[in-house]
Nanobody, 125 residues
Framework: QVQLVESGGGLVQAGGSLRLSCAAS????????MGWFRQAPGAEREFVAA????????SYADSVKGRFIISRDNAKNTLYLQMNSLKPEDTAVYSC??????????????????WGQGTQVTVSS
């Protein structure tokens, strides 16, 4: 089992920045690819970004490319999402997810094994 706990969400004005963190425990963190997904009210959960190993595959949704940066610190067992130039349409619950690193990055939430409880991000206009 891998336990994931997100933090760093909050209320920010459009154009502002936030950094989300996802602390992992339970298994060897570096053995897992990590991803961020988000779900807005009334919408389906959508892929945001994912990273396999450090220096390996990184992928972003087109909607966040150039604004968000995903990174991981294996020594701290922590995943990050730096969100810049935030827009009201970025408002959602953001969740981190994990899947074994032997697999390629997947954009489908059903392909991810472990999930955190989520953290709310609200961007005001």
């Amino acid at each position: 089992q891998v336990q994931l706990v997100e933090s760093g969400g909050g209320l920010v004005q459009a154009g502002g920045s936030l950094r989300l963190s996802c602390a992992a425990s339970g298994r060897t963190f570096s053995n897992y690819a990590m991803g961020w997904f988000r779900q807005a009210p009334g919408a389906e959960r959508e892929f945001v970004a994912a990273i396999r190993r450090i220096g390996d595959s990184i992928s972003y949704a087109d909607s966040v490319k150039g604004r968000f940066i995903i990174s991981r610190d294996n020594a701290k067992n922590t995943l990050y999402l730096q969100m810049n130039s935030l827009k009201p349409e970025d408002t959602a619950v953001y969740s981190c997810a994990a899947r074994p690193v032997v697999f390629t990055i997947s954009y489908h939430s059903s392909s991810w094994t472990y999930w955190g409880q989520g953290t709310q991000v609200t961007v005001s206009s």
